[in-house]
Structures are given as structure tokens and as C-alpha cells.
């Protein structure tokens, strides 16, 4: 639309640049009443509802959100680790409405010998999404008919997103060029472990320091009694003269007594007798120059702008 000055058509107000996403308000009512006995729990969290089915009654409960209440997308599927529950892990399924504008969350529990169901059946994006949480993880998936790690490299033992992975293992990885391809190998370190000490440099350490032994036997410096002050000008570096210098004002004195330069006032305007320089004179009025004696060409030419008929 075009908004000239003479419009006074009003523009319709923006009150957040994001997408307004639909109200909650009794969405979690219809959706467990839907999913019936499959429910184990549900809450709603961060402006979210997320609502826990049975492992075994996952890819029902997915069918049934997608095909009667338009959940139509697989976002994401994550996990999570909880090492002290009796099953571990927590997978995550995020689901979109694109016709209503709305995301749940659906999760069901694990362990490590529990396979999940796959729902490669109800999205094949979903392929993916499940080969990351079991290289993650260690989750398996029954019905995946591919598997694979998807993230760590061939041969990789463990699964890094569990809490329980070490930080430091006992093989590295490596491409060797003799043999042309990833070869594993016990771990080198090429310096000795160091453990740094960060200690405050306000609080300093609670112990004695490398090179600081002698320090405590060093005899205390004597607190000052007075402070020392200069008896005559001669300490100071100065002389009567300086300080006569000194005195002088920087300017004449301005018509209401004060001295200019000295914080406060203008300076008097003196005449010093001397033109203030002028204008430059026209370079129009001044004479050609001579002709070169040792007969070269000037450029005059080629500054000059052509003229009408292409000459210059």
C-alpha cells in the first residue's frame, strides 16, 4: 500500500514481532481425554504442554495427535539422562500443528535394555531423529530398520550424552596417512597434566608461594610518623624568579577585572597592526603559462572538457 501525505489511513499495531501462537486454554483437557488409558502423566511448563504415554503405546498416541487433532510434524526427538531413575532415559517426541499454530510435547521412559517403538511409520524424518538419540544415548529403537550411529565414527564405544561417559578416554582417533583411513590408537599426551590454581588476587593464597620463603622473615617496614614537607623554596626547584614568571597573566585583563586564561573570562582584543589575510585571488585572472623551452608538449589537453563536435 502506498501512504502519501495526504493518507489518513491508520496502520494496523504491531505488539510483537513474533508469531502469536494459540492458547493452551483447555487444549491438555481434550488431548488426555483423547489419548485415554496411553496417558501416564501430564503438566504444563513454560507456556507448553507435555504429556507422558506408555513406551509400549507410543506410535498410537503419535498417530492419533497427527491424524485427528492436525499435530502433522516431527520437529525434533531428544533424550535425556536421568541415571538415578530405575529406567534412565526420557525421549522427547516435539510436535507441531501448522494449522493451529501449536506445539506439544509427548515423552516416554527407558532404560537401557527397553526398546522404544519406532515411529519411522508415521514420519520418515523420524529415521534420523532416533539414529542421533541412540549414538547419543544408547536408546534403541525396535522396527528402525537402519540403526547406525549417525554423529561419532565407526568403531566408537560408549555413548556420549550419557552422564556417566567419561571425559577422558583411553583411545584416540586419528587419520593415518600410511594406511589411508581412521585408525585408533592409546592415548599420548605430549606434556605432563598441569593443574592450574586460580586463586583471588584480593584474598591472595592461603599458603606460602614458590620464591616467597624468605618473605616472612623480612623485617616489617616502620609505619610513617610524619610526613615530610619542603622547609624553603630552594627544595621545591624553584626560585623567586620562576615564581614571578608564574604570576604573570596570559592575557590582558578583561574590562570586569578578571584575567583571561586564568579560568575565568575573554581575552581583551588587541590590534596588532597586521591585515588578517584575505581571499586567494582567481585563478581565471592569471596569465597563461610559457610555452616549455625543451619542447614538450603540455597536458593541457587532456584537462581540458570536451566541447560541443568532439574538440576540445
Do not use: C
Amino acid at each position: 500500500m502506498r501512504f502519501g501525505m495526504g493518507d489518513r489511513r491508520l496502520m494496523a499495531s504491531v505488539l510483537h514481532s513474533a508469531p502469536r501462537y494459540a492458547s493452551n486454554e483447555g487444549v491438555r483437557d481434550t488431548l488426555i481425554a483423547a489419548l485415554g488409558d496411553m496417558v501416564l502423566d501430564s503438566r504444563e511448563d513454560h507456556g507448553e504442554i507435555a504429556i507422558g504415554v506408555k513406551r509400549e503405546a507410543i506410535e498410537d498416541a503419535l498417530r492419533l495427535l497427527r491424524d485427528e487433532h492436525d499435530y502433522q510434524q516431527l520437529m525434533e526427538i531428544a533424550g535425556v539422562d536421568f541415571p538415578a531413575r530405575a529406567e534412565r532415559f526420557e525421549v522427547v517426541y516435539m510436535l507441531l500443528s501448522l494449522t493451529r499454530n501449536h506445539r506439544i510435547r509427548v515423552m516416554v521412559h527407558a532404560a537401557e535394555d527397553t526398546p522404544v517403538p519406532t515411529v519411522t511409520t508415521l514420519w520418515p524424518n523420524a529415521g534420523w531423529l532416533e539414529r542421533e538419540v541412540f549414538d547419543m544415548y544408547g536408546v534403541l529403537f525396535a522396527g528402525n530398520t537402519d540403526l547406525r550411529r549417525i554423529l561419532t565414527d565407526y568403531g566408537f564405544e560408549g555413548h556420549p550424552f550419557r552422564k556417566d561417559f567419561p571425559l577422558t578416554g583411553y583411545n584416540e582417533v586419528r587419520y593415518s596417512e600410511e594406511e589411508k583411513r581412521v585408525v585408533y590408537e592409546p592415548v599420548e599426551l605430549p606434556q605432563d597434566f598441569r593443574s592450574f590454581d586460580f586463586m583471588s588476587p584480593w584474598e591472595g593464597a592461603d599458603y606460602i608461594l614458590p620464591g616467597d620463603e624468605k618473605a616472612a622473615a623480612a623485617p616489617a617496614t616502620p609505619p610513617v610518623v610524619e610526613a615530610k614537607t619542603t622547609d624553603s623554596p630552594a627544595q621545591t626547584g624553584s626560585s623567586a624568579k620562576t615564581d614571578a614568571k608564574a604570576a604573570e597573566p596570559v592575557a590582558p585583563a578583561a574590562p570586569s577585572g578578571t584575567v583571561a586564561g586564568q579560568g575565568q573570562g575573554d581575552p581583551v582584543q588587541v590590534k596588532t597592526g597586521i591585515d588578517e589575510p584575505g581571499a586567494p585571488e582567481p585563478t581565471e585572472d592569471r596569465p597563461g603559462r610559457p610555452a616549455r623551452a625543451d619542447g614538450t608538449k603540455d597536458t593541457g589537453g587532456a584537462t581540458q572538457t570536451e566541447k560541443p563536435g568532439g574538440r576540445a
